[in-house]
Nanobody, 115 residues
Framework: QVQLVESGGGLAQPGESLRLSCVASGITFSIYIMGWYRQAPGKQRELIASITPGGSANYNHSDKGRFTISRDNAKNTVNLEMSSLKSEDTAVYYC?????????WGQGTQVTVSS
């Protein structure tokens, strides 16, 4: 059974940092492109960043300087470091695993940025 379990979300104040983690099981993690997406209320889900099995990162977001994606293939984990958080970063953040025609999603973790 494939599972992607996100953690690290919560309430943060503007300007603070958060680190999201996603642990995968049931897949050969090292062959999957891993990604972080987010979906804000009333908006479509959007890609934040992805990382190849070899560790090459791609940022698909206008604020890419505030986000850093990383992975540890030995621990089946992908992380997203977020800094200088803004209220508009409030969303549910999802972990994604993609390889060929296989595509898996986590349940999501809520990030709320508010003073």
């Amino acid at each position: 059974q494939v599972q992607l379990v996100e953690s690290g979300g919560g309430l943060a104040q503007p300007g603070e940092s958060l680190r999201l983690s996603c642990v995968a099981s049931g897949i050969t993690f090292s062959i999957y492109i891993m990604g972080w997406y987010r979906q804000a209320p009333g908006k479509q889900r959007e890609l934040i960043a992805s990382i190849t099995p070899g560790g090459s990162a791609n940022y698909n977001h206008s604020d890419k300087g505030r986000f850093t994606i990383s992975r540890d293939n030995a621990k089946n984990t992908v992380n997203l470091e977020m800094s200088s958080l803004k209220s508009e970063d409030t969303a549910v953040y999802y972990c994604n695993a993609n390889a060929l025609h296989l595509d898996y999603w986590g349940q999501g973790t809520q990030v709320t940025v508010s003073s």
